[in-house]
């Protein structure tokens, strides 16, 4: 079935330094989406991208929609404490119904 | 506007009893899902519901069952529960599935932490 991919599965950075993530697949999608949950919360949508190539920023946020439409990366530019908290990618699958489904997660946390 | 909200927020159950965790929104949303969340499995979908009166089976909907009788509600069903049952519960709700522009996003509940022993 479609399946997300993310790396890394944890990171520790320092703060003000910069992140990257990535998320690939086998299989190719038309919409890339980038949630994030706080500890305790439920995962709150940070970047959509509805085009191969697509390049768009967040604030110190910045995610690319890849061109071959198996990949994706997220971006975050100096790191601060409240960055903590778990990054999801996520894309509408063809196998259940155009509904999501969702990476493992990238684990971020921030040494101060 | 409360956005998404769930009940409870915590539970503990035995083997073999039984739960309902309800949902509501009132973004006035047709779409609405169940997720359970599972260390370094991501988010899976359980159930989903297109609209008032509509349910769906999603990726992982053994053992569970929902009910949609009203469009701002979705409640969740554990008839016999089982550990392996153990999770976060997360629901959420969206005008629209594919998330095709940002009005379209799913919005989530804060979750409901579910322990079976």
């Known amino acids: 079935g479609q399946q997300l991919n993310q790396s890394p599965q944890s990171m520790f950075i320092q703060e003000g330094e910069d992140v990257s993530m990535n998320c690939t697949s086998s299989?190719?999608?038309?919409?890339w989406l980038w949630y994030k949950q706080d500890p305790g919360e439920g995962p709150v949508l940070l970047i959509a991208l509805y085009k191969a190539g697509e390049l768009t920023s967040n604030g110190r946020l910045t995610a690319q929609f890849g061109i071959t439409r198996k990949d994706s990366f997220l971006n975050i530019s100096a790191s601060i404490p409240s960055d903590v908290g778990i990054y999801f990618c996520a894309g509408p699958s063809e196998e259940y119904g155009n509904k999501l489904v969702f990476g493992a997660g990238t684990i971020l946390r921030v040494k101060s | 506007n409360a956005g998404v909200t769930q009940t409870p927020k915590f539970r503990v159950l035995k083997t073999g009893q039984s739960m309902t965790l309800l949902c509501a929104q009132d973004m006035n949303h047709e779409y609405m899902y169940w997720y359970r969340q599972d260390p370094g499995m991501g988010l899976r979908l359980i159930h989903y519901s297109v609209g008032e009166g509509t349910t769906a089976k999603g990726e992982v909907p053994d053992g569970y069952n929902v009910s949609r009788l009203k469009k701002q509600n979705f409640l969740l069903g554990l008839e016999s529960a089982a550990p392996s049952q153990t999770s976060v519960y997360f629901c959420?709700?969206?005008?629209?599935?594919?998330?095709?522009?940002?009005?379209?996003?799913?919005?989530f509940g804060p979750g409901t932490r579910l322990t079976v022993l």
């Open positions: 959420a709700s969206s005008y629209d599935p594919k998330g095709l522009s940002p009005t379209d996003t799913q919005y």
């Open positions: 299989s190719i999608f038309n919409t």
